[in-house]
């Protein structure tokens, strides 16, 4: 039996569900490295937002029957998202 929904089974529904999750690991990980190792905030916010438009949980799941864990994730996500930004518009502002 195939599962249709990856919250019951913790496992991506379909090989788009697994691509999205790839590359939305690797980009939330690409502005860890460019935020931290680099000190580069703008490529570092850049692929924090390209990450952003890879749903890593289930993509065809309509937004108001995520679990609220999913939509914490993903709010927790763009907050850390418009903090950047902040950062840098406060920083280019104060030049």
């Known amino acids: 039996m195939k599962a249709t929904n990856s919250s019951a089974t913790g496992q991506p529904a379909d090989k788009s569900s697994l691509f999205n999750r790839t590359l939305y690991t690797a980009f939330v990980l690409l502005s860890i490295y460019y935020l931290f190792l680099n000190k580069d905030v703008a ?41 950047l930004i902040g950062y840098l518009v406060f920083n280019f502002i104060n030049r």
């Not at 890593?56 to 907050?79: E, V």
């Open 43 to 83: 490529n570092a916010m850049s692929s924090l937002g390209i990450a952003l438009a890879f749903d890593p949980f289930d993509p065809k799941m309509a937004w108001d029957k995520r679990p609220l864990y999913q939509k914490l994730w993903l709010y927790a996500h763009l907050f850390i998202l418009l903090i």
